[in-house]
């Protein structure tokens, strides 16, 4: 499917990348074409760490951007689709360093990350001076400056890119990246991102990338607990779900989690609840983040009352069956009837 | 200032009347005339008790569609200035029952409520048979409901239709009524309502009409602490506020009270966290709405896990000098740092 | 089983009975019998409302004491036991104040209570000047207030009189009782309660009682919660459960729940968690005792931040299954693990 | 002061050392002599690393029992007191290493001691096969389990020892000691923590002394603001403070703080809360504290929910002029009124 990339956002002054369908006349993806779809003669390879169920669709779009690949995955296993499609497969994150200046992580919890750069075999072992690192993994920010710290010491770039947008983003190129490192060097690793994602956003300093991710999210956990438990007295006190949820939409209790990804079953269609909460993303997903919330909120001294108290009703969800469902399964969470 | 009415939502299920700044050439306002703005021999008068910083500029919008007024209010300095425009000032809820046969009241609390309708000189004393009694104040739905139970009795209708808007809204006349009721008088309580709002929510059975104020108030309480939250850990965490902003209100995170009403200081212009927070919606009043929030809850036993603590952050914030301050405050509230 | 009845606390300006085992050459239990053990000849009978589980035991140690008993009950089952001991059955509150000029009340719910008082039927109809009405439900000290001003307005007396201890105490004699009202009638009301309870302790004006048991019972819930969390967390940390209760219990940590009925099973014999939480103190009690905290501090505007949330979370545990386990089952509901 | 020491707690299951003021003709001392007194011709030189508020009395009482100390503190200046004693002050910890194999430290973050430990000049770099490590200081469970894993690797032995009982205990050598670490060096541990504590705990494997001083304490703040809540709860409902505290404590809400640390100013003598909430134990202390218990919730998927609020709470309290008043003053917080 063709599209088209363009630097927006220059005038509102938020600096980030945008790839939308592209309008029948328009001339703009040849931009798109300089950035990211060099021919592949032109190309110099990419590294590649991690290659679970969002690095394998990510991996495969930069593929298909033309980028030659070097390939490490801890579980050999997630690596042969990739062998099979004539990428090079390596046995150290310190034989990827050692071949590629270009390395994208993306890698699920803060041990794993420190182990892939700091391990034994780790890419600071062979790192190449004035590589660029992109970490794509979703970890505490504290972690992220430690590393950029490591990687400035070998001569090299460190970038945290944490994601948004889950599986299908990912499979069609439309994750949003929120981006952060130094300000020179984002142009550079726009160039990767844009072919995985269709935002790429710069946030600041090393760090802020994984800020704004926490941020986002655990705003987005409150509210959508707050919206299970607005619809849920509503619904007790005698008003119809879907016209609660229009009065909300129209009022100032009006949230994402209201209008675009309502909790209640037979409010919204085409979303977790109208399909027993399978899909999107997942109750341990949402704990997760809450907990690098949670974490940076107490290093920082921060506040975070109702995002605490969000991050502990999660945690309880997992542990009552509620793991693999949608995060928006709290409303059925706090639904189920008292019975005596 | 011309405007134009319109009976919109017909074709989404929502049934409510909308008022929009009249377009040039446009010929609707002549429906609104049909029922609102007839000649003033043909109105019988309303009656209106309860004359605050909500009541009056409410009473004035009936006046200048021409409605004749019978007034009460406790304190009679309230009624000077209708009865020196000419409007009738009785002695008692009483006798305006006895002089008008549609009813609008506006008390601050569910006590001042049921006082003025059973107390010992209240509506229920002298209410004609047909009458209809708007309730405007925002009170607990089960009050509502046993009001309504008595004036039914007595052979009149009762009709709860709080607000929300706050007193620039009644001022313009574009407040948003949520109404609850027997859906027959529903066009009845219209042609009242639609004179000083310009939204007119039909929600359901008599007592809705609170249920969805209080529902959606306790979900922007909770959308509002958790945008605090999430904007102060954003920027210890080294986040420019209005890039912050910025992708929270294109990310999942969205929420009226960050894009429309962001509580920090210098990201938006014309929201009272631009001018210390002056103005608005008072912590207290967010405060006794969240009080309700929570008898509603606990009588229906509905969790409010979020609203609870919500509703005991605005208590707290009540003492602690925020009380007259726009409850989006609560971001000051959460910044002050620790010092040691 | 022989008992001793002595006024204690004196001293100590706290008021109250306390009966214990009697030492073997005490002759105190000589004030007991001029107070509760007068021979039946000399007793007026007592009316007693609510024979349920509490009031069923309550009453038959009234009449092991002597008095005869006016019984009424909604549910005329309820009154056959004592129908066929020659107790005296009326159909109406009333009529029971028509017979006896003391009556003990003990109902489930603030609106039973209020319906046996003021309904149609109630025993205010016929209630006698100088009559003592002692309502031993646990309601809202609102309505405790509320009903003792309709009681004096026809010129008899009103005390709150809630109770601690559960079946078992009442089976036993060995409830506590927390009484509000007019002190000179302490005395009075203390003949009586001293027969079903072995301590009565004089609050304070008219609402106390209720007042002090909702008290109690909030910080009962909040610790209960708080033991079974830093038990929890204490063993996922890897500490024995046994050696964890004792260092608490000679800490600052130390408290009820945690000393005399820890919420751990295999920590302590012969309290609920040592029997699967069988017996003891329901959570359902528990909750409905919260949502009468949650009122009252919201009428006073009163901050009760983590009595709040203990009341959302037994609110909870009631909808998830615990409802007719004792309230230390929190500590199960705590302890399921996360599954992926 | 003379002073009783005596192993306790055999019977009970529960191994820990006890001190007590000596009665008159107690032999008992001889004892803690053999333990703790021997001649200071036979004794070893212990370090003693960070001589802060509680280091300072904690070093001088093992002086007092007659050991020479090999002292360490960033800060020159807490050295000098000790260098005029006599004792031998060194210049860094790995010094602190080199000259003694019995070392304790006693410092105020994880970050710190990870450095006296792992530093470039730290204790590793030349500490002796053997050598018995006691680390006193209030840190993540997790960081004591890695610091004792890099220990071991060095031959040596690490046990996590944290204190109870602030400044005053560690002047009067009355300290509560929780000690994690191998059962066998547990002894070797007593002989010197003895003679600075009057409790010594063994609590399990390396780790568990921290896991049980953060139990305790966050257990202690839940306690200490439910008190908080439920007295001023029912001081506004119209109890008294010393009669409602007298409730408390007989009944089923008593904890150790509502009976021995009552937060009510007037309730109780020799408290802070009789002082202006000055002394005891500070705020700030306790925030730290329940960020730790946070910390090891989150990661060991524990749920915390009321420990969450109490540390969002205490957090907020640091920011609001409380930093530096004792944790007891929660009431005063919660106290202050709403004023309109």
Partial sequence: MAASLRLRGAASGLWYWSRRPRPAADLAP?????LCSRSMASKTPVGFIGLGNMGNPMAKNLMKHGYPLIIYDVFPDACKEF????EQVVSSPADVAEKA???????????????????????LKKVKKGSLLID?????????????KEVEKMGAVFMD?????GVGAARSGNLTFMVGGVEEEFAA?????????SNVVYCGAVGTGQAAKICNNMLLAISMIGTAEAMNLGIRLGLDPKL?????NMSSGRCWSSDTYNPVPGVMDGVPSANNYQGGFGTTLMAKDLGLAQDSATSTKSPIIL??????LYRMMCAKGYSKKDFSSVFQFLREEETF
Avoid: F
């Fill in 30 to 34: 040849l931009r798109g074409v300089l």
């Fill in 83 to 86: 062998q099979e499609a004539g």
């Fill in 101 to 123: 200046d270009r390395i994208i992580t993306m890698l699920p919890t803060s041990i794993n990350t420190v182990e892939v750069y700091s391990g034994v075999n780790g890419i």
């Fill in 136 to 148: 794509s993994s979703t970890i505490d920010p504290a972690v992220s400056k430690e590393l950029a």
């Fill in 161 to 165: 890119a944490p994601v948004s947008g």
């Fill in 189 to 197: 690793a726009q160039e990767l991102l844009g072919c995985m994602g």
């Fill in 244 to 248: 609660l949820a229009k009065i909300l």
């Fill in 307 to 312: 995002g605490s108290l969000a991050h502990q």
